[in-house]
């Protein structure tokens, strides 16, 4: 038998065997169902991913914002090996400590800004914002403030998908989803600076977070949480002056603020965390995907001192933690990938593909009336898609600009991702891996060109 004809059968079984005895999450089933998996990846190198058709695709989102080192990276790989064939497992249960969780901790300390100092590993994102909240409140409830229990978040903000998390989500479909509820958290609208700086004559102020710091009162009030730049949301880059105002207005009213840098942190946005472009510390930092660029399942709460030395002179034991709390496996993986990271300036090189990338974005934007809002910050980018953007009208519904758009990429091999989860949304992610060299960025341009042009056949 060829080769092509053994992959061939293998895409045949996987297939079969995946359409049924496989659920995937934020996928439609019954089409999953019905026509079993898109494809099946075979193999991964740099930017490039392989499937068992032999289609070689770029991979322009970095897979879900974390492959930040690219596919087929054999020193992360190798890492694994070693600390696998030493210690594969060692729980952090009841004090154990074992060297690479140990040394992760500091590595992570010693990057994330200001007195950040101590870390409490977790497996991903979600359980990530879980235990921040968590630690927020018990911070709170240690220094005799029994009703600090609230979080703020931001609608369009994205935190994850476990009960709590899933709440602070600010995007409906998946913050509604299965009628999961935490009562104790509240959506605020986003981006408004003014209204942060305590403009009450402000039109959006209803709904702000200042506004609702005034109605449910800081005194119940722990945490307001949200991402640097908002990715899933659609990729939404802060005005300019707001997360300066917010992180005051947490500090004037004693509230913590918690940065979600799950997708930024650890060089996505061109600085090692998305906090760093904006020079300000928040209390606490949730991190997870980019740690380990996704070789390994690991995610974390970063600490101020303040909370840290608080939870530190608690006389008990810690009724939190996750089978998975800074596996040893996950942790060496991290260390290695930062250790690349800093060894390759591969931080620094984001900013210069950043630039690639919006001169890429400013080139489509001057041929196609239809491009706009092109922007980045370092490699985390997007765009919108309208029927005119100087008179702010959207595309139709039935269009589906972004979702037609990202199949015409596909079909040239492109991978990246559509968000159209509002009335009038057509928003396109592009963030691939920060290894990434000019040509390939420039690649990734020329196919987005080519599919705008299909595109403007279609509308
Ligand atoms: N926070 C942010 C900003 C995210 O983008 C994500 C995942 N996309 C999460 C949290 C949740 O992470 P996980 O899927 O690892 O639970």
């Not at 059968?9 to 999450?25: A, G, V, Y």
């Not at 409140?137 to 931001?154: A, H, M, P, T, V």
């Not at 207005?249 to 946005?269: A, K, P, Q, Y």
Request: aromatic letters at 8%; proline letters at 4%.
């Amino acid at each position: 038998m060829t080769k092509n004809t053994t992959n061939e059968t293998l895409l045949k079984e996987l297939s079969e065997i995946d359409r049924l005895h496989h659920i995937h999450p934020s996928t439609n089933p019954k089409f999953h169902r019905d026509n079993g998996p898109k494809l099946v990846f075979k193999e991964g190198k740099g930017i490039y991913l392989y499937d068992l058709k032999g289609e070689e695709y770029i991979d322009g989102v970095s897979m879900l914002w974390n492959v930040n080192l690219g596919h087929g990276n054999k020193e992360l790989a190798e890492a694994a090996y070693e600390q696998m064939s030493s210690i594969a497992y060692a729980s952090a249960f009841y004090g154990y400590a074992n060297e690479s969780t140990a040394r992760l901790a500091k590595k992570v300390a010693s990057l994330t800004p200001g007195d950040l100092n101590t870390v409490f590993f977790t497996s991903g994102g979600s359980e990530s914002n879980d235990t921040a909240f968590k630690l927020s409140r018990f911070y709170w409830e240690l220094k005799g403030y029994k009703n600090k229990k609230k979080i703020i978040s931001l609608r369009r903000g994205y935190h994850g998908v476990t009960v709590a998390a899933q709440r602070a989500t600010g995007i409906e479909v998946y913050r509604n989803f299965s009628g999961s509820l935490d009562p104790n958290i509240v959506n605020a609208k986003p981006h408004l600076t003014e209204c942060e700086q305590g403009d009450k004559n402000h039109p959006e102020y209803e709904g702000s977070i200042h506004s609702i710091i005034e109605k449910e009162g800081a005194e119940n009030i722990a945490a307001v949480i949200m991402e640097p730049i908002q990715g899933a949301g659609g990729v939404h880059i802060p005005p300019e002056g707001y997360l300066e105002a917010v992180r005051k207005l947490c500090s004037e009213n004693n509230i913590h603020l918690i940065l979600d840098e799950v997708i930024c942190g650890f060089g996505r946005t061109g600085k090692m965390f998305g906090a760093d472009n904006w020079n300000i510390v928040p209390d606490l930092i949730t991190f997870a995907k980019g740690i380990t660029s996704g070789y390994s399942q690991l995610g974390g709460v970063a600490m101020t001192d303040e909370i840290g030395n608080t939870i530190a002179q608690y006389d008990g034991m810690l009724p939190h933690g996750f089978t998975y709390s800074g596996h040893p496996t996950a942790c060496a993986v991290g260390l290695k990938n930062i250790e690349i990271l800093e060894r390759d300036n591969l931080v620094q090189h984001a900013v210069e593909m950043g630039e690639v990338l919006r001169q890429g974005f400013e080139y489509l934007e001057g041929k196609y009336s239809f491009f706009t809002k092109g922007r980045n910050v370092g490699l985390l980018g997007g765009f919108d898609l309208m029927r005119s953007p100087e008179e702010n009208i959207p595309f139709e519904e039935s269009v589906k600009a972004a979702v037609t758009l990202v199949d015409e990429c596909f079909q040239r091999n492109l991978l990246i991702r559509p968000f159209d989860f509002e009335p009038g949304m057509n928003i396109v992610a592009v963030a691939p891996p920060l290894i990434i060299e000019k040509d390939e960025v420039e690649k990734i341009i020329a196919i987005i060109d080519d599919s705008l042009k299909a595109l403007s056949n279609k509308i």
